[in-house]
């Protein structure tokens, strides 16, 4: 399993993965992650990529990062 195709539930759940995504981006933890739990990472962090939420550079790194632990 690689962290475009985990799901955002499944994430969330691993406290690694959630401290390297507030480490990184803090400003997605203000959106209520509930709406997005049946969706994979992959789908989420194109979608705040796309919208500027987040900058590309930054969404690889979260990426490559929780890749590592996967």
Do not use: H
Request: glycine share 2%.
């Amino acid at each position: 399993m690689d962290f475009r195709s985990l799901t955002v539930k499944d994430c969330f759940a691993n406290p690694q993965c959630k401290a390297i995504i507030e480490q990184y981006a803090p400003q997605i933890m203000k959106y209520p992650i509930k709406l997005f739990n049946k969706k994979t990472c992959g789908e989420i962090f194109d979608l705040v990529v796309s919208k500027k939420i987040l900058p590309e550079d930054v969404a690889r790194t979260i990426e490559s990062k929780i890749n590592e632990i996967l």
